[in-house]
């Protein structure tokens, strides 16, 4: 048995060798709605048999039809609308939501601000709203997390962040710091909540182009992935997979960006 005590928080785990995930077991994923939260989604219903509260914000209807295939899958789901600008009320009423599941094992973290920004035009708005969506919302439904999860037992975050939060680029400065933040986290938090909870993220590269912009991946391809192709988002399912059912991996952020990164 393993027991640690945090600095200045009242919370000590106590937990074995971490058990590893049933069917039947709670994930909770934000922004899990549409685009790569969705695909996440349904990997953790498809090939972890995972019952999944849904996440968004303003997507309803795409919510709703993901809790339906989902439960065409023979999975139990919710959804919950959350504005992820308000973190912490956002965090307790998306916990609050999945307790009707029963306790939490899995948070991916999934949900962004993603705006490009002139130099110019950045304001505090601009980086208070990336800021705040980016890090300071997981680190609030981490916390939230960490209080419902039950005693002995253990449990997995995944922070979905970006390989320009290792390379910064010269363009989306702000969006990119908050992944950093995020990245930070991860590592900080892998380090604080150790035995109980593995904390990693997983940092994609060029998976799902720009509306309008299809001829976007062959040209980055070409130009910048030593893979010479672009990923997709199963790419990114299976690296949640590994994360989800290893039992000794940690604070790790694991580029999936086919050399993107490098």
């Known amino acids: 048995m393993f027991q640690r005590n945090f600095p ?6 106590v937990s074995s060798v971490p058990q590893p995930l049933s069917a039947g077991d709670v994930a909770v994923v934000t922004g899990a709605a549409k685009r790569l939260g969705r695909q996440i989604t349904l990997a953790l ?44 009320s956002a ?22 601000a993603f705006e490009e920004c002139a130099l110019d035009q950045i304001d505090v708005d601009h980086w208070h ?17 960490v209080k419902q999860l039950p005693a002995g037992q253990t449990g997995h975050i995944i922070n979905i962040v970006d390989w320009r939060a290792t390379r910064p680029p010269a363009t989306h400065a702000v969006y990119t710091a908050s992944k950093a933040a995020l990245s930070c986290l991860t590592k900080t938090l892998a380090q604080q909540l150790a035995p109980a909870v593995q904390v990693n ?18 040209e980055r391809a070409a130009e910048a992935i030593p893979l010479k192709r672009s990923g997709t988002p199963s790419d990114i399912c299976d690296a949640v997979v590994y ?8 604070g790790e952020i694991l580029h999936v960006s086919g050399g993107e990164q490098l």
């Open 243 to 250: 994360l989800l059912q290893s039992s000794f991996v940690t």
């Open 201 to 218: 993220a997983i940092a994609p590269g060029a998976m799902l182009p720009p509306p309008g912009e299809d001829a976007w991946h062959a």
């Open 8 to 13: 200045g928080a009242k919370m000590t785990f």
């Open 129 to 145: 709203q990336h800021f705040v969506v980016n890090a300071l919302a997981p680190l609030m439904l981490t916390q939230q997390f």
């Open 45 to 88: 219903a498809q090939r972890l048999s995972l019952d999944v509260l849904v996440h968004y914000g303003r997507s309803e209807d795409a919510a709703q039809q993901l809790v339906t295939e989902l439960t065409s899958l023979g999975r139990n789901s919710a959804k919950v609308s959350a504005d992820l600008r308000d973190p912490a």
């Open 91 to 112: 965090a307790e009423s998306v916990f609050q939501a999945a307790a009707e599941l029963g306790p939490v094992r899995v948070l991916i973290n999934c949900a962004a």
